[in-house]
């Protein structure tokens, strides 16, 4: 009789935990970040998964960023898409232009009942994924914007500054040549860097029609006299290794860290991998500034990638989801997030934590990207960009510009092809939206 009343009570406490387990809601969250931030978004998941009962989170990683739009699309197409799914910066006006396919993140939270405020996220951060009305599109996530790294004991041995000037880099990339390192400077993510970035900092247009904002009939007009002479004067600095190029994205990284080039121009995210690998007292210090340009910096814009919600799920999930979201741009989250990867913070209640925490007093220089995106309120040349087709439109600018640093062709020539094969592909982009 007891073993009966045992095993009828193991029974209704298994079919409680089964109904229990059955009755929490899936949320799937298809993302792009492999390695050690893939680990971080498994344990931002399972931290909010602990924290309550009715929802569970489900990251899965789909690839590379294009790979992961690409996936998201056609499954989309297909009826079997994920509630949450992470696309970077330049696929924006793509997923805009998928009618249908997407739930505006502020919407989603109002609808769900989810507090939110826009005024609580760092302006540089949310204005590239707003609509001219001002709706927040897509939730911001991982936020980063290129900064200069240096060796800081190769500068030291060599005798020279920190630069703050591209006249200041060349003297201090031929110092560095001088003392015997390989190169003097590198960089990644060229078009990001170079042209998107550059531009940005000095308060050039990158098209027309506000970069893309104001309508998708724009034209890239990054092929102006200051571009070219800027890239010109990079290229004539591949004679004696002041500049070697290094590759299309993070493929440099090696040179910087193994102390082969003294200075590297890439995300501020890349300070995790930075500190895992350099074995030299390093900084990040502002993009350097052109003076022929310029008198003084307008601000950085942004890379990384956002969270896109997809339409087609039922409004108990939605409301998990919004509670998810809730939960990521949370200070504490994000403080852990952005001092873990070098991402800039989204919000400014999570800089302040950081701050707080004493974060930026124990690693100098780390608050630089924050302070680039905050530099200026944004103009309309530099608050982003929001051309279709930007991915291809990408590679094409890639293509041009290893062809300069290959000498085949001059910068102006470069910007040109780039210009005119870029507005093949925006016209493209503009019938199939209309």
Known sequence: MTF?????????????????????????????????????????????????????????????????????????????????????????????????AIYPVEKLMADAGEPFNGDDFLPAVVSYYQTPEGELLSMPFNSSTPVLWYNADALEAAGVEVPGTWEEVDAAAKALVDNGMKCGISFGWQSWVMIENFSAWHDLALGTKENGFAGFDTELTFNNDQVAARLQAVADMQADNKFVYGGRRGDSLPMFTNGECGMWMNSSAYYGSIVGQAKFKFGQTMLPLDKAVADAPQNSIIGGATLWALQGHESDEYKGLAQF?????????????????????????????????????????????????????????????????FVQIRD??????????AGNISAQEALDNAANRGNDLLRKFERSVK
């Not at 094409?396 to 640093?405: D, H, T």
């Open 4 to 100: 009966t009343k045992s095993l009828l009570a193991s029974t209704v406490l298994m079919g409680a935990l089964a109904t229990s387990a059955y009755a929490q809601t899936e949320i799937n969250w298809w993302h792009a970040m492999g390695g050690t931030n893939g680990e971080r978004i498994d344990k931002m998941a399972a931290d909010f998964n602990a924290s309550q009962s009715d929802y569970v989170v489900k990251p899965s990683y789909k690839g590379n960023y294009t790979e992961t739009m690409t996936a998201a699309i056609a499954a989309f197409r297909a009826g079997e898409q994920p509630h949450l799914v992470q696309v970077f910066e330049v696929g924006t006006a793509t997923m805009m232009a998928a009618k249908g």
């Open 325 to 389: 979201l809730t939960y990521l741009s949370s200070p504490e989250v994000q403080a852990w997030w952005h001092q873990e990867t070098g991402y800039v913070p989204i919000t400014k209640a999570a800089a302040e934590l950081s701050k707080e925490q004493g974060f930026y007093e124990s690693n100098p220089g780390t608050d630089t990207a924050i302070k680039q995106l905050s530099l200026n309120t944004p103009t309309a040349n530099s608050r982003g960009l929001r051309f279709g087709n």
């Open 396 to 405: 094409v600018i890639n293509e041009e510009m290893e062809a300069l640093w």
